[in-house]
């Protein structure tokens, strides 16, 4: 049997006309840079997310950049995030001159060891960056009860937790959210895309000129600060006005696969840690593995698809390696990233498909334990 990690094919199968009939209105129109699909899209997204404001951006890695300048974060400034994190996190950081700050991470959440946070304070730091991974939601309390008691403020990276929420809410928790729709997510735009979200009106209103070449609001050619094009293009949100009303029950298809997942692979593998009072979205299901390089080897061998997220921690790729971190302070960091493996995981996945995952999985700690 094949099963990719990620079907997009039979994600989009039942959706395509929708789609097509979507991306043929905006061609009619050819409204291709903020058209209407665009304002939709930051409206209903909003509304998705239960903020007041979205903004519409060209990834979540402008995302973050754009989040960041928005706070002002510059040269000699401290950021504080995570090394087990898609490079982006750190790059917008390295984007606007500041200085990386990393937290070890929990052993089985993998998300920021907020415990630990506290520590990482000093006098130079001006944004906490929590990353939601995988599709969980950071210990929030604790991390906001800290950035108010330093001053400090914090921009969330959901660019893995769609709709995921804690204490049943929603990840608007610090000042900015900021989110990727890069095609594999559980909302994936037909390219790179991704919004910028707040409650905060100043946040919003400077987001969207940052997005926009810093263009005074109504004015098309007076700039009023630096900014940059990183406008989300309204092909990639009339797509995404189509997915958006499937999000739910997609986020659901996912839940209910890791219930089948756990069942048969609880005894075998340490299985994803869901936190009290979080609804984990799972972008990714992260399984916690021995041998996993002859592990992966076998699957593949098996037609099983499999990834690593992520197999390198930040401070150890070869662009950060300058920033000279005691790995030591990293134990869980460390381990986990020996440790971690991806298993397919899409909604469109079924019953039959997990089995014959966890039955590989089965076979091969039968051989090699
Ligand atoms: C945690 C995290 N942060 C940031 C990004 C960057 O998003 P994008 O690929 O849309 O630039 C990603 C996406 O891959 C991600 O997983």
């Known amino acids: 049997m094949k099963i990719p990690f990620v079907d997009l094919k039979k994600h989009h199968a039942k959706i395509k006309k929708e789609i097509q009939k979507a991306i043929n209105s905006v061609v009619e129109t050819n409204a291709y840079i903020m058209g209407p699909e665009l304002k939709k899209f930051e409206l209903d997204?909003?509304?998705?997310?239960?903020?007041?404001?979205?903004?519409?951006?060209?990834?979540?890695?402008?995302?973050?950049?754009?989040?960041?300048?928005?706070?002002?974060?510059?040269?000699?400034?401290?950021?504080?995030?995570?090394?087990?994190?898609?490079?982006?996190?750190?790059?917008?950081?390295?984007?606007?001159?500041?200085?990386?700050?990393?937290?070890?991470?929990?052993?089985?959440?993998?998300?920021?060891?907020?415990?630990?946070?506290?520590?990482?304070i000093t006098k130079k730091t001006k944004v906490i960056l929590p990353v939601h991974l995988y599709g969980q939601i950071c210990d929030m309390k604790l991390i906001m009860k800290i950035a108010k008691k330093y001053g400090v403020k914090v921009l969330e990276d959901a660019c893995e937790s769609h709709g995921a929420k804690q204490n049943g809410k929603k990840q608007i928790f610090g000042d900015l959210v900021v989110y990727s729709f890069y095609p594999s997510k559980n909302l994936g735009a037909f390219g790179d895309a991704g919004a910028v979200v707040t409650n905060n009106l100043k946040l919003y209103e400077k987001v969207l000129a940052l997005r926009d070449y810093g263009r005074k609001k109504g004015a098309e050619y007076l700039h009023e600060e630096e900014g940059f094009n990183m406008r989300m293009d309204s092909l990639q949100a009339a797509v995404l006005n189509v997915k958006l009303k499937y999000l739910n029950k997609w986020n659901s298809q996912r839940r209910n696969h890791v219930k089948l997942y756990n069942k048969f692979l609880k005894d075998l593998v340490i299985i994803p840690s869901e936190e009290k009072n979080n609804d984990h979205v799972y972008y990714v299901y992260v399984i916690q593995v021995n041998k996993r390089a002859e592990l992966m080897k076998f699957l593949s061998s098996k037609g099983?698809?499999?990834?690593?997220?992520?197999?390198?921690?930040?401070?150890?790729?070869?662009?950060?390696?300058?920033?000279?971190?005691?790995?030591?302070?990293?134990?869980?960091?460390?381990?986990?990233?020996?440790?971690?493996?991806?298993?397919?995981?899409?909604?469109?996945?079924?019953?039959?498909?997990?089995?014959?995952?966890?039955?590989?999985?089965?076979?091969?700690?039968?051989?090699?334990?």
Request: glycine residues 4%.
């Open 45 to 120: 997204f909003a509304k998705f997310c239960n903020v007041k404001y979205s903004v519409g951006v060209n990834s979540g890695s402008s995302g973050l950049f754009l989040a960041l300048k928005a706070l002002g974060v510059k040269q000699g400034d401290e950021v504080i995030t995570v090394a087990n994190t898609f490079i982006a996190t750190a790059q917008a950081i390295s984007m606007c001159g500041a200085k990386i700050k990393f937290v070890d991470v929990d052993e089985k959440t993998c998300l920021m060891d907020a415990k630990k946070l506290e520590r990482a």
């Open 304 to 369: 099983v698809g499999v990834k690593i997220h992520f197999p390198i921690p930040i401070y150890s790729q070869p662009q950060y390696t300058c920033l000279k971190v005691n790995k030591k302070s990293f134990s869980n960091t460390e381990k986990i990233s020996k440790k971690i493996l991806s298993l397919p995981m899409f909604p469109e996945l079924t019953d039959k498909q997990i089995k014959y995952v966890c039955q590989q999985i089965n076979n091969f700690y039968s051989k090699n334990s």
